[in-house]
């Protein structure tokens, strides 16, 4: 049983360092809205929506208020439209991502996820038209985050998915050029999607999931860094310590927070995601823990050590406070997202290689990265099996959301606001991978998959 003692202590050493939860997100199954008739599964999907999310605001609300810790983000995730779908034209899936606009913007909620496909062994008809929907979708909705799963340890690497998704992404940048090429921000390709991930734009409603459930993503950069700075001159060994126990009390304070925004709902809780995700607010930074740890700056000879260390500590603290940690569960590096990120990448003291390096050991992978926008299709395909042949062969979460910023070059900047941030285009390789991709197949799961 969570002390309400032992949490409002923590609440109030931890105020001051931008302790909040990141995102309470509800899962809700679309599966029994399904229709061969497009009407018919509209007016299902937006009575479900409506139904379970019309009291998600308010009741998130309620309970911040209640223990005095901010719940930032109300998000809904739905079943990947690409299966529930199915039997849908392209035409017909770009109207079902404006329903789930509409839908999402009648509840009050920020983002809706699950507009997406799980293509690991193959491509569906259905799930070939929500893909080449995206573009559209994703330029004439606010609120629709789209993820795309493209391998995974059990299957191996889709590279027909993989060449289709960076000419999809590159399309998805061009049809919202004239707002910063935001619709490639909202849409993710994974390697190893987890089912229970609360986090945008990779959430999505798996099809082990109940029919409706609470998960929520606890963020608390800001706490670990102020900890860290308090220990002063310590060995690594007290750092992980440090970093374990603080990562053990944002937990606490978060599962006290999902379970009662859970019973005031009167829906299952899930998990509890404790990822370190960051913001583009001074002080609520990974990169700055990293840069506690004794880097001169994010990106430095170490990064990718320090990151190991932090994640798995992250990972030990959360899994001691609660017994249904799920999602990432770890540390971001979103870099338009991070203030030390931008800063870092400014300087040019991180790169994209590096930053491939550190997705060996991070929770997600190269995430909200700006890349030139004459950047073909074909590297940013490349870039793509590069990150899901890391989460394969590591069985581990890794993903790719990169915007090419068209018009733009190395050096120049974007700027999405909010909790998307902004930050410079970066320098991508640009040696041509056109002949890998175009040979399509599948790259075939690696020995370790062979578990059973």
Do not use: W
Request: proline share 4%; aromatic share 4%; glycine share 10%.
């Amino acid at each position: 049983m969570i002390s309400e003692n032992e949490i409002l202590s923590t609440i109030n050493m931890t105020r001051a360092e931008h302790l909040d939860v990141r995102t309470v997100t509800l899962g809700v199954s679309l599966f029994d809205c399904a229709s061969t008739d497009y009407d018919t599964f509209a007016y299902r999907l937006r009575a479900k929506i409506s139904k379970y999310a019309k009291r998600l605001v308010e009741t998130c609300n309620m309970v911040g208020d209640r223990y005095g810790i901010p719940v930032v983000n109300k998000r809904i995730s739905v079943s990947p439209i690409g299966t529930v779908c199915s039997s849908f034209t392209r035409d017909q899936l770009a109207a079902v991502c404006r329903e789930l606009d509409a839908a999402a913007k009648e509840v009050g909620v920020d983002f809706v996820g699950g507009f997406g496909a799980l293509v690991e062994k193959g491509i569906t008809p259905g799930e070939r038209n929500l893909i080449d929907s995206l573009p559209e979708a994703l330029a004439t909705t606010d609120r629709v985050c789209s993820s795309i799963n493209v391998g995974s340890t059990k299957a191996g690497i889709n590279m027909d998915a993989v060449a289709q998704m960076g000419r999809i992404i590159k399309a998805a940048a061009e049809e919202t050029k004239d707002r910063d090429c935001i619709g490639a921000a909202k849409l993710v390709v994974f390697c190893n999607a987890p089912e229970d991930n609360p986090f945008m734009a990779g959430a999505f409603h798996g099809t082990g999931e109940p029919d409706c459930v609470i998960n929520v993503g606890v963020s608390g950069p800001g706490v670990v860094r102020a900890a860290l700075s308090k220990a002063g001159d310590c060995n690594i060994t007290e750092v992980a310590d440090i970093v374990k126990r603080t990562a053990f009390k944002i937990t606490r304070a978060g599962q006290l927070v999902a379970q009662e925004a859970a019973k005031r709902l009167c829906v299952p809780f899930g998990i509890l995601d404790l990822s370190l995700a960051p913001t583009p607010a001074v002080g609520d930074s990974v990169a700055y823990i990293l840069e506690e740890m004794g880097l001169e700056q994010c990106g430095a000879h170490g990064t990718t050590a320090c990151l190991a260390l932090l994640n798995d500590a992250v990972k030990k603290g959360g899994a001691m406070a609660s017994s249904h940690v799920g999602g990432l569960s770890g540390a971001f590096i979103p870099v338009t997202e991070d203030a030390g990120m931008i800063e870092a990448a400014r300087s040019k003291a991180l790169s994209i290689v590096k930053l491939e390096a550190m997705t060996s050991v991070c929770s997600v992978g190269l995430d909200m990265i700006a890349i030139p926008g004459d950047t073909s299709a074909d590297v940013i395909s490349g870039i793509i099996a590069d990150e899901a042949a890391i989460g394969m062969v590591n069985t581990k979460t890794t993903a790719v959301r990169l915007i090419p910023a068209i018009g733009k070059k190395v050096g120049d900047e974007l700027n999405f606001g909010g909790l998307l941030g902004g930050g410079p285009v970066m320098e991508v390789n640009t040696k041509s991978p056109a002949k890998l991709i175009a040979r399509g197949g599948r790259i075939p799961a690696p020995l370790q998959s062979l578990k059973n």
